[in-house]
């Protein structure tokens, strides 16, 4: 029974466990699995709590892993044994004093792949991560914990808030800054928030993901992570940022301003793209780093998390033959909309009367673009300035996202329009690049 224990064994169903006794096979052993005319072999790995009770798992020859149901009609049988590891003892801390904290949310870079299906699920903790990762310990002291595990569609502002609190008091406790694992799909309404909500902070705060789980050999996770410790320790920059792969292959990663990134491909693990702005850094994987634009330095002030959002707050993208009526019911009960417009900032011009409707009545309606490069200008066609006498305030060179995050943490910091207005056009966090720094 111990040894059924040790080897992996008790999560699978009866017939396989004792398959694998009689084959004294153990995990790393090579194994052979033939379904019928189908034959494969590989390494027999360790078998997930998310698998069904009749899959093993193989690594091929490939590095990929691959889960293989199990039937009496299988034939599995043991090609060689595995070379007996040594028992390595655990790294030792780095000795240096830093210490930076993980705070693990979930996503793809916590998660394996469910082989009953192909699905991934968020399993790793924070504490694993960070295991997985040994190299990390080479560059600094590691206090990692799970604020929660969950995908990043998930996240709300609750969310945002949490991580936001919990970041400031490990860099007030004396943290040299904190790697925020996350979900890659929304990770930069997350920055964004992060960087309204953190303020003037005194060391950065690093958003980190991936775009393969894991378990996979294509996974991004055990490079990015180690490259944001290493920007942590080794840099003077104190900003939220994000940092994720600059290229499809294992070369560096690109450090992004938490609100000028977005997401901008499905699965390529150099997805994440600065817009409007240049990257703020490079960092190599074998250790160098390179600046490409100005950042915010470390201090040793304290940080205070100003942590209240209005959640009446709606982003709506704007399509051609949209009618008012659509927009009609948002624009009037929301405390704020962010309007993704055409080109320079545009809807109908049918649309223009019930904005103003709705910002008379109190909505704050912010003005973006679809076109996502380059700057909103409201004052070049007729459609354009009917919304700025209708009250509509332009969103700059905002991204959407960040113009939505924005308003909710504006609004609750007042309620006056024209203060509104002003802090909405306002450059407080690396938002709105100078006009100098894009091309228009």
């Known amino acids: 029974m111990r040894d059924m224990r040790r080897n992996g064994l008790m999560s699978y169903s009866p017939f396989i466990s004792e398959l694998i006794k009689k084959l004294d096979a153990k995990e ?34 490939n590095g990929y892993n691959i889960g293989i149901r199990i039937s009496e009609s299988s034939s599995v049988t043991l090609v060689s044994k595995g070379a007996a590891k040594e028992k390595k003892p655990r790294p030792e801390q780095h000795s240096s004093g830093k210490t930076v904290s993980v705070l693990g949310t979930g996503g793809t870079i916590a998660s394996y792949v469910d082989y009953r299906t192909g699905a991934v699920h968020p399993a790793l903790s924070a504490g694993d991560l960070v295991a997985a990762v040994p190299e990390i310990k080479d560059i600094c002291d590691v206090k990692a914990e799970v ?33 925020i694992p996350h979900g890659t799909d929304t990770m930069g309404y997350t920055s964004a928030a992060l960087a309204f909500m953190l303020g003037d902070l005194p060391k950065p705060v690093v958003l980190v993901g991936a775009q393969r789980s894991s378990d996979r050999p294509s996974s991004d996770a055990y490079t990015n992570l180690v490259s944001a410790a290493r920007f942590i320790v080794n840099t003077d920059a104190s900003e939220v940022f994000v940092l994720m792969h600059a290229s499809s292959s ?25 817009v409007n702005s240049p990257v703020v850094a490079t960092v190599d994987f074998e250790g160098g780093i390179d600046f490409h634009a100005d950042y915010r330095k470390k201090s040793r002030s304290k940080v ?43 809807v109908s011009s049918d649309m223009a009367e019930e904005i103003k409707s709705a910002v008379q009545g109190g909505t704050s309606v912010v003005m973006t673009s679809q076109c996502l490069y380059g700057r909103t200008n409201l004052n070049v066609y007729n459609t354009g300035r009917d919304l700025i006498s209708a009250g509509v305030i332009p969103g700059e060179d905002m991204l959407p996202e960040t113009a939505y995050v924005k308003l909710m943490w504006v609004l609750a910091q007042t309620s006056d329009a024209d203060k509104i207005s002003e802090m909405m056009r306002t450059n407080l966090r690396g938002e709105i690049s100078d006009r100098r720094d894009i091309s228009e």
């Open 28 to 61: 790393g052993d090579t194994l052979s699995v033939r379904n019928g005319e189908r034959e494969y072999v590989g390494t027999l790995m360790p078998h997930h709590e998310f698998s069904l009770e009749d899959i093993i798992i193989l690594k091929l020859s």
């Open 147 to 179: 604020l929660f595990s969950i995908f990043s569609e998930n996240m709300n502002v609750e969310n945002w808030q949490t991580i936001a609190e919990e970041a400031a008091d490990r860099i007030n406790a004396g943290a040299e800054g904190c790697i």
């Open 250 to 274: 294992d070369s560096s990663a690109a450090v992004h301003r938490g609100t000028k990134v977005r997401k901008m491909h499905t699965s390529r693990r150099d997805a994440f793209k600065s």
């Open 304 to 346: 205070c998390a100003q942590t209240e959002m209005e959640t009446n707050v709606a982003l709506l993208q704007y399509f051609p033959g949209m009618s008012p009526s659509v927009f009609s019911r948002i624009l009037h009960e929301s405390s704020g909309v962010v309007i993704s417009g055409t080109g320079l900032g545009h």
